[in-house]
T-cell receptor
Framework: GEDVEQSLFLSVREGDSSVINCTYT??????LYWYKQEPGAGLQLLTY?????DMKQDQRLTVLLNKKDKHLSLRIADTQTGDSAIYFC??????????FGSGTRLSIRP | DTEVTQTPKHLVMGMTNKKSLKCEQH?????MYWYKQKAKKPPELMFV???????INESVPSRFSPECPNSSLLNLHLHALQPEDSALYLC????????????FGQGTRLTVV
């Protein structure tokens, strides 16, 4: 079945860039998402990318997709304390399901 | 408007109670989903509705009963739950099933006592 993997933790200094990585197995996934979840809250759709794109930029967010390696990354420029959250990579699988990675907890150091 | 509204935000229920979770969207989306999220875990799919018909049931126990009375509303009826069913229940919607943006609500935090 579909598998989506992420590292569990990332710590960055305030003002630096954060890069969160994700790998997936279903090569037929054409929609790939990044969601943000703050403590006790629901999921906020941050951005998404089509599989026919290599890159998408939206203000401080840059998504890179390497379809050959099935690797997705999210770069957050000028990371702020408000960016502290869990970030989920997710893919829309061929079985009409959104499959989530385990989530990466981003913490910001002053 | 990309809002999915879930009520209630918090729910505490006994194992013999019957309660319902409600989800509403007014984006004209025809696919709606229920997910369950345990603490420190990713969301797990429970049900998918497409054009008001149940299209996916991920082998969810019958004590969870979904209902889609119209294209804007999705309910989850709960009966005879167990303490291990305590979790955050998330509703989502998308234009259709199959590769579109999916928007999530804030969830209902359920505690079964």
């Amino acid at each position: 079945g579909e598998d989506v993997e992420q590292s569990l933790f990332l710590s960055v200094r305030e003002g630096d860039s954060s890069v969160i990585n994700c790998t997936y197995t279903d090569s037929s996934s054409t929609y790939l998402y990044w969601y943000k979840q703050e403590p006790g809250a629901g999921l906020q759709l941050l951005t998404y990318i089509f599989s026919n794109m290599d890159m998408k930029q939206d203000q401080r967010l840059t998504v890179l997709l390497n379809k050959k390696d099935k690797h997705l990354s999210l770069r957050i420029a000028d990371t702020q304390t408000g960016d502290s959250a869990i970030y989920f990579c997710a893919v829309y699988s061929s079985a009409s399901k959104i499959i989530f990675g385990s989530g990466t907890r981003l913490s910001i150091r002053p | 408007d990309t809002e999915v509204t879930q009520t209630p935000k918090h729910l505490v229920m006994g194992m013999t109670n019957k309660k319902s979770l409600k989800c509403e969207q007014h984006m004209g989306h025809r696919a709606m989903y229920w997910y369950k999220q345990k603490a420190k875990k990713p969301p797990e799919l429970m049900f998918v509705y497409s054009y008001e018909k149940l299209s996916i049931n991920e082998s969810v126990p019958s004590r969870f009963s979904p209902e889609c009375p119209n294209s804007s509303l999705l309910n989850l009826h709960l009966h005879a739950l167990q303490p291990e069913d305590s979790a955050l229940y998330l509703c989502a919607s998308s234009q259709r099933t199959g590769n579109t943006e999916a928007f999530f609500g804030q969830g209902t935090r359920l505690t079964v006592v």
